[in-house]
């Protein structure tokens, strides 16, 4: 089956640096790739969507200069926190949609905690 | 995107009993899903609907869309420990992102 990989699975950072979370499509193409965050006991919320060679289009809320995300190719799609704060402490997921079916496929998620 | 309503948010129940969740909406849906997720994982989807009406089962779990595509249920016969989760509701319109449920929490004690 389609495999989304992401990494890291947890990160422990201080406050004041980035950090870069990568999500990729192992075996297919994924012509878009969602960011999700996730609080304690909290459902996922969109945080961004991002088409591959193109702008991510940002969620109400969401600070696109503090939340850089790049999509380079069909098979990657990176989310840098900037300057992160202990309020970005967070569970981020990405999701990949599948080029050929449409599918959605979810990460494993990265567990962000800032010091 | 808009977030559906979800419910239970919990359940406590005992090994065997049948569970029941669902989820409702203000707007129209073409997909619906339900997904599980541990601690600390990425969300695991169950079961996938994409007609109104359409009733699936994925072994002991069985899912149906609404007739008017803005709600849909899941059910779990039988409930064992593994079950132990949170379960997602989402909704789905093509060429957009997830729109999900607040999740219900299931506890399953032996």
């Known amino acids: 089956g389609a495999v989304v990989s992401q990494h890291p699975s947890w990160v422990i950072c201080k406050s004041g640096t980035s950090v870069k979370i990568e999500c990729r499509s192992l075996?297919?193409?994924?012509?878009?790739m969602f960011w999700y965050r996730q609080f304690p006991k909290q459902s996922l919320m969109l945080m961004a969507t991002?088409?591959?060679?193109?702008?991510?289009?940002?969620e109400q809320g969401v600070e696109k200069d503090k939340f850089l995300i790049n999509h380079a190719s069909l098979t990657l799609s990176t989310l840098t926190v900037t300057s992160a704060h202990p309020e970005d402490s967070s569970f981020y997921i990405c999701?990949?949609?599948?080029?050929?079916?449409?599918?959605?496929?979810f990460g494993s998620g990265t567990q962000l905690s800032v010091l | 995107g808009q977030q559906l309503n979800q419910s239970p948010q919990s359940m406590f129940i005992q090994e065997g009993e049948d569970v029941s969740m669902n989820c409702t909406s203000s707007s129209i849906f073409n997909t619906w899903l339900w997904y599980k997720q541990d601690p600390g994982e990425g969300p695991v989807l169950l079961i996938a609907?994409?007609?109104?009406?359409e009733l699936t089962s994925n072994g002991r779990l069985t899912a149906q869309f609404g007739i008017t595509r803005k709600d849909s249920f899941l059910n779990i016969s039988a409930s064992i420990p593994s079950d132990v989760g949170i379960y997602f509701c989402?909704?789905?319109?093509?060429?957009?992102?997830?729109?999900f449920g607040k999740g219900t929490s299931l506890l399953v004690t032996p």
């Open positions: 989402a909704g789905l319109n093509s060429g957009y992102a997830l729109n």
């Open positions: 609907l994409y007609k109104a009406g």
């Open positions: 999701s990949a949609r599948h080029r050929s079916n449409e599918k959605l496929f």
């Open positions: 075996d297919f193409q994924a012509t878009t």
């Open positions: 991002s088409n591959e060679g193109s702008k991510a289009t940002y």
